[in-house]
């Protein structure tokens, strides 16, 4: 049986973290990926941070892991439905698609738990 792990994303106003989590909660050694965010980031350098962060903690899956959900957190508003966050410490209306960026570079089943 594969070993269950989950995407971790934490998406602030400097930098965004992506790692692999079990089912404890606990970090998978060598998973931890960051990239910068900043106040006068793009929406697009955004997305491509969120998106980089997901993309190498997957590079990082170990052999016998399945891959079973991903979390984001913000300090923001948080759009489950559409899949949007703005974090509150990014310039006003800077508003960002790190869910779906997240699946889509995550290439998650949708099934696969947001």
Not at 1 to 12: E, N, Q, R, Y
Not at 58 to 65: Q, V, Y
Not at 91 to 103: E, Q
């Given at each position: ?14 930098k965004?973290e ?20 900043g ?6 350098e ?11 903690a ?8 399945e891959?079973v ?7 923001g ?6 899949g949007?966050?703005?974090p509150?410490?990014f ?13 889509a ?10």
């Open positions: 049986m594969p070993t269950p792990l989950a995407i971790a994303v934490d998406f602030g106003g400097t965004v992506a790692a692999l989590v079990d089912s404890d909660g606990r970090l998978v050694e060598g998973s931890r990926h960051r990239r910068p965010t106040r006068t980031a793009t929406i697009p955004l997305e491509a941070s969120v998106g980089g962060v997901v993309r190498d997957i590079a990082s899956l170990p052999d016998g892991a891959l959900g991903l979390g984001i957190g913000c300090a508003p948080i759009d489950r439905i559409r949007l966050v703005s509150s410490t310039r006003t209306g800077a508003t960002t698609r790190c869910a779906t960026t997240s699946r570079s995550s290439r998650m089943p949708a099934s696969a738990s947001l």
